[in-house]
């Protein structure tokens, strides 16, 4: 099992900008593919991205966050990141980092991540 630790999250106006971190110890984070989700309040988790094992791997993004959000990750300090911009009130939410030992079937699935972080709250003022 991997923990996993998110920062990066706060306070910022429409078109504004924030990079998300999440922390990984406890086990290699080459090990794991990994992927951000996030979560409005009164409704449900939604996936955002996701990267596959590798440093400069693979992404994967949803619809509303393509060309906005970018996903990477830097293995050898064991680290995730989401760079967030051009932010609209919509994008308000707690950010959650998760990570999966095996190559999900669907990896916007939230039922596919095994490993959770506690979230990050990014709050976009209109």
């Known amino acids: 099992q991997v923990q996993l630790v998110e920062s990066g999250g706060g306070l910022v106006q429409t078109g504004g900008s924030l990079r998300l971190s999440c922390a990984a110890s406890?086990?290699?984070?080459?090990?794991?593919?990994m992927a951000w989700f996030r979560q409005a309040p009164g409704k449900e988790r939604e996936f955002a991205a996701a990267i596959t094992w590798s440093t400069g791997g693979n992404t994967y993004y949803a619809d509303s966050v393509k060309g906005r959000f970018t996903i990477s990750r830097d293995n050898t300090k064991n680290t995730v990141y989401l760079q967030l911009n051009s932010l609209k009130p919509d994008d308000t939410a707690v950010y959650y980092c998760?990570?999966?030992?095996?190559?999900?079937?669907?990896?916007?699935?939230?039922?596919?991540?095994?490993?959770w972080g506690r979230g990050t709250q990014v709050t976009v003022s209109s």
């Open positions: 998760a990570a999966t030992f095996v190559r999900p079937n669907t990896y916007s699935n939230p039922k596919s991540y095994a490993d």
């Open positions: 406890g086990r290699a984070l080459s090990s794991y593919f």
